[in-house]
């Protein structure tokens, strides 16, 4: 944690050419598909979802139809926006770290009902204390809604990033179970 | 027999909090306290890395405000190495601080605490929520998610990152805007403004005048209040001196490097959450509902009371007429969500003079920066109140000690007094119903607080008390 890397400290400008005509920025909600990775990174394991977004594009990404959204903490944004949007994706893939009880690093899908009730609230992040939003999604907005989970090994109770060898080795497994949802 | 109740979780939100109100054996309000149930903590986090990763680290700590703590930052990284941005690079800073204010006073007015407003607070719960809102205005719900998704949209356009921002970068911002970038964000902004207008004259005709009663009531407590303003006393949100006024309206001013010589921070035992006070008025810490002492308040009321103009005109109409209705200091809790809208007339006004100013456009939007050791402060006023982040450095550069003070623990003191203020005034011998307990919740939703990242100890207490009275007198004290 201590090399220093000071790569881009001396940078004064970036050149681009004021008159280019770069394109907005791709709209996730423009996708058919949305496989989102949830949760914070330094709190271990519970930072499998945004290292799955890294471990898919590392592997080349995914189709044009589908779109791969690192949502961090920052989750209520997206889900907020998407319940009342007139446009939205057909499918989302919440991916995102559960203890459940399981063997650590198990990949398993899990209906909504079984989200565990914390899970439930960080997924509406409090805003809809009889629902979430991700059952908004799913009964109001016809979306289809799937959370692929991963059994955490190791949640720290101070902040540390990283994650456990047992969920680190879920990534692939993950990534074959995500795909087959495209 | 006394009696306790407990509102758990306080919906809408953002984090996890715990109201218990112990009743007396006649039935009334004995005691309340707001507890926080989450557990955080970042500050050790820090220490170690490279100074310039922290914009970039601070931003995965909570999504909720991700653009305040990336900017306060910034900032803090700024002073460690000693540089000052290039005026490119400090506006489109602004810029993208005054895009994401108007998403967020658009989110919590409509939707969080607008539920309250629109549908009363005596809907029934299960519709009592953001899809209660948009059935029961269904064209401004659209309205409100497209103007939501536009301020999303300039975020991706100007910094290419709306959710964990990683373009402001000590010594400004790393990406040039073009002037197609310019004309497309400036479109979309100025379709916010519209809405920004129509906003605030919707809600002063429609929403406030049915609730002019419980405003004058709810939660009204009297303290002082801190902002930020430039040396004319003009409002600012990115930065300027911090004021600190009384509750009788006197004020100071001071740099944010001094913060600590005019605030410091209460630990009480039920709370992992600290309660700052005005150190420098020399009353010590007390949150007596009659006689407050050292208890001040942040967030948009107390901007709007401590600043003595706004830079936008038709912010400073609207904050004109504010200021004649109400008075400075104006103590009324819930007049911060009307403070709200005033701020988010004035963030997108100023979002649209950003991107007319030709400097917005400029190449030059960052100065070079070496390490060194140092101290650096960094303050913004987070939409939630004044952010403050304080960073020491090694000679390398690496993280020594940090300080971070958000704007929700600014109001830990308010926002207990203001829901035990309100207990007091609705719940009488006992009686209460759904519609009360709920009006609790407002006094708290008003300062629209965020706990996640507000909760830093890390020594492993759970931050929730239970206090039953017995008849006799005993009281036994639950913790978990």
């Known amino acids: 944690m201590t090399e220093r890397s000071p790569i881009g400290l001396a940078v004064t400008s970036v050149h681009r050419d004021p008159a280019e005509e770069r394109p907005e920025p791709e709209d996730f909600l423009d996708k058919e598909v949305l496989v989102i990775g949830c949760g914070n990174v330094m709190i271990g394991d519970d930072g499998l979802g945004p290292a799955f977004i890294k471990h898919l594009e590392a592997r080349g990404g995914a189709p044009a139809h589908v779109g791969l959204l690192d949502a961090g903490t920052g989750v209520r944004t997206v889900l907020f926006g998407m319940v009342l949007a007139e446009k939205r994706p057909k499918r989302i893939v919440i991916v995102d770290a559960v203890d459940m009880g399981r063997a650590p690093g198990e990949v398993f899908e899990i209906d909504l009902a079984e989200v565990p009730p914390l899970k439930a609230d960080d997924f509406s992040m409090h805003q809809l204390p009889t629902s979430n939003l991700l059952r908004e999604l799913r009964d109001q907005c016809g979306v289809e809604v799937r959370v692929v989970a991963v059994q955490v090994a190791w949640l720290p109770d101070e902040l540390r990033g990283g994650l456990s060898d047992s969920v680190a080795a879920s990534l692939e497994r993950a990534r074959e179970l995500v795909e087959r949802l495209y | 027999m006394a009696k306790t109740l407990t509102i758990a979780p306080v919906s809408r939100l953002e984090g ?372 403050i982040h304080d960073y020491e450095t090694d000679d390398k550069g690496l993280v020594t000690n940090a300080n971070l003070i958000v704007g929700t623990t600014h109001n830990n003191a308010p926002i207990n007094m203001a829901v035990k203020q309100a207990a007091k005034l609705l719940i009488k011998g006992g009686k209460y119903d759904e519609a009360l307990l709920n009006t609790v919740e407002m006094a708290i939703r008003a300062y629209d607080p965020c706990f996640s990242c507000a909760t830093h100890n890390l020594d492993g207490r759970l931050a929730v008390r239970i206090d039953i009275h017995r008849p006799d007198g005993a009281v036994e004290t639950m913790a978990n």
């Open chain 2, 16 to 387: 996890h909090a715990k109201v218990t109100i112990n009743l007396d054996d006649a039935g009334n309000v004995a005691d309340t306290f707001v507890n926080i149930v989450e557990l955080r903590g970042f500050e050790k986090f820090c220490q170690g890395r490279p100074v310039e990763e922290m914009p970039r680290i601070v931003t995965s700590i909570c999504g909720v405000c991700p653009w305040s703590h990336h900017l306060a930052s910034a900032k803090a990284a700024d002073g460690v190495f000693g540089v000052t941005p290039t005026p490119t690079g400090r506006k489109l800073r602004e810029l993208c601080n005054s895009v994401a204010y108007t998403e967020e006073h658009i989110l919590h007015f409509f939707f969080l605490a607008g539920a309250d407003f629109v549908l009363g607070p005596g809907a029934d719960y299960k519709t009592r929520n953001v899809i209660g809102v948009a059935a029961a205005v269904p064209e401004i719900g659209k309205k409100v998610v497209h103007n939501r998704h536009l301020g999303a949209r300039i975020l991706n356009i100007v910094s290419g990152k709306s959710i964990h921002p990683v373009t402001a970068v000590p010594g400004g911002f790393s990406k040039p805007l073009t002037d197609h970038e310019r004309d497309m964000a400036l479109k979309m902004a100025s379709e916010i403004l519209e809405f920004a207008k129509f906003s605030i004259a919707w809600a002063k005709e429609s929403v406030f005048p049915k609730y002019l009663d419980a405003v004058k009531t709810v939660g009204v407590i009297k303290t002082g209040y801190m902002g930020t303003v430039r040396p004319d006393g003009t409002m600012d949100l990115y930065d300027g001196k911090i004021r600190l006024m009384k509750p009788d309206g006197s004020f100071v001013d001071f740099d944010d490097t001094k913060y600590a010589d005019y605030i410091s921070e209460k630990v009480l035992p039920w709370s992992y959450l600290k309660f700052p006070y005005a150190k420098s008025w020399n009353e010590g810490f007390d949150m007596d509902l009659d006689h407050p002492k050292g208890v001040y308040r942040t967030n948009t009321l107390a901007r709007l009371n401590v600043c003595d103009k706004l830079s936008t005109p038709m912010a400073q109409k609207e904050f004109e007429a504010f200021r004649q209705a109400f008075g400075r200091p104006c103590h009324l809790t819930l007049l911060y969500h009307w403070a709200r809208l005033v701020e988010l007339l004035y963030n997108a006004e100023y979002a649209v003079q950003l991107l007319k100013d030709p400097e917005i456009t400029g190449r030059e939007t960052r100065v070079a920066v070496k390490p060194r050791a140092g101290r650096g402060v960094g303050h913004v006023e987070a939409p939630r109140g004044t952010l």
